[in-house]
Every structure is written in C-alpha cells, then in structure tokens.
C-alpha cells in the first residue's frame, strides 16, 4: 500500500495581507493550483487546519510578544520588523497557521504516514519575543512542544532545509536533548547564525546540529550532507516524530537563495529522510520563485506519498529521484571539509561509524 499523505490548507492563509512583498499569497495559489493540475490532490487526505489558542502560542512565545502582535493587527496592520508586514487579519492568520500544524500532528499520530502544511506565514525565524524573517510565530517549533504536550512523544527531529538558517527554532531549543535541531543553511547569509560552533548548551550539546554552506551548493551536496550527516545522527537519535521546515528556497532559480537545488532534487532529500522517520509533518517555509516552488512542492509530496521502493508514486507516476547524469557526481570539496569539521566536533555525541 502506499503511505497515506495528508495536506493542510485553508483558503484563510491567503488574508494575510502583505503586499508587493516576495512572502504573498499568490505562492499558496500556485502551489495548490498546481497540484490540482497535475491531480495529486485526489492522492492527498485534506485537514481542515485549526486555529491554536493563546495558552498554546504560549508554548514558546511571551504573552507580551503574542499581545504586541493582536494589537498591530487590531490597529489595521503594520511591521514587526522591517521585513515582516502585518495586515488586519494576520494574527488570526498566524494562529490558524500554528494550528494547521497541530492538525497534521494530530493526524499523523492518528493514521496518516505524513502531512505537509500549505500555511502561511512562515515561522522559524520567529523568535520568543520578536517577529522577523516574514514570520509571526514559530509553527515549526510550536508543533514540536505541541507533539511533547498533547501527544506525550519523547523525541522529536525538526530538519530546517531552508537556505536561511532558522534562528528563532535554534533559540527554543539550544538547551533541550529532547528536541534534535538540524539546519543546513547558506552561511554568512539572513539572519547570520547557525554557525558550524553552534552546537547547544548545557544538557542540549550536540542536539544542535549546523551546517553552513557557501554560494552555490547543489544535489550532490545536499545528499552527501544528508547521507554523511543527517542519517547516522537521526538514526541514532530515533525520533518519535520528524518535523520539516520546508523552505524551498535553496532552489537554483530562487531570487533569494543563491544555492543550486533542482526541484526533484527536494523530493530525492524526502526519500532520505523517510528512511528514519516514524512519522513526518512538513510546514511551507521559503521559495519565492513560483514556477521553482510549486514543481519542488510536488516533487516533495510525491515522494512522501511513493510506495516503500521509491519507483512510483500512488498514481504510477516515474518519481526517478536519482537520474542518470547525475552518477558519479561528487560533492565539491568546501562541503567535504565542512562535514568533516562537522563530525570532529559532534563524534563526542554521535557516532558516525
């Protein structure tokens, strides 16, 4: 049977309002417009998201943070930093947005193998305090308390491919083993952390894993990244539940990027991580060039809804992941040396064989 892959969306995400702005609404229209013409939606068991209650986004964020951002709203909309505009409806929006991922949790812990939230806005540079990065709350970092508190799931791997490293989800749990962080990132780039140092304090050493990539990276170094890397640690870790920050930005045609990701590409990193998961719910983070974001967006539910082999997918669709010309491809040498920095500095806490 092939896994039973579920997608959150309401049209509702489309009232945050943000204008001539690269995070709008008309990347969830061509996403979902997309996928129903390629007719994965029949595939796809549609949640109907809900909206997180207060006491909820007080899993991580401050009140006095959570009230700032009712009010802008209730004012008619504004910023919360200069990157990050907010409407009127935002802040319903940003709790339905959290919610959505509470839903595909539930769902997931449920009956289904995976979800993959179409939400916005984004989250995982939200910080306890602050809004920044286009995000208002931290829905990737939320949705893991979430899994602890309502689900009682011990450990949960969050994976941030988004080629900005995810700041406000590293600061959440920078002291806790219970929760795996593992970002790969353009570096230096927005927001200018996730250094290869940044591993986690105190009881939290090591849980925090950074990869940072210069300019141009592309296939064969994300899977050699993710094989050398990500599989041995995760595999180590056995978490009850995977969560994935799914930005799309990484893509080679992406106006913010400048790394060098094909969009089958991300539906190749997808099979990997199905590999090690138990169960997996991915939120839409980056990707802002929306021929390049759709086709990476099925490229990822395809994989996550392909039967076991990872030939075909539930319709019969050729996933081919791993095309011909791209044998005896090999990761350029910068990244060989940064994983391997990697590995000295986490083989106190991993094994990596």
Known sequence: MSPKVGLIYSDEYLKHDTGDHPENS??????????KGKNILEDLTFINPRKADLKEIEYLHNPSYIQEVREICQRGGGFLD???PVSKDSFEVALLAAGGVFSAIDRVVDDLDSAFCLIRPPGHHALKEKGMGFCVFNNIALGARYAQNKHRLKKVLIIDWDVHHGNGTQEVFYRDPSVLYFSLHRYPHYPGTGDIEEIGEGEGKGY?????LPPGCGNSDYIYIFKELLSPIANEFKPDITLISAGFDAHQDDPLGGMGLTSQEYGALTSLVKEFSKGIVSCLEGGYNLKALRESVLAHLDSLASRPEGTRGPRGRELNLFPKERIGEKPNNRVREIVKKIKEIHSKYWNFG
């Open 26 to 35: 008309k990347r969830l229209e061509a996403i979902l417009s997309f996928l």
């Open 82 to 84: 200069p990157d990050t």
């Open 208 to 212: 925090t894993v950074n990869v940072p």
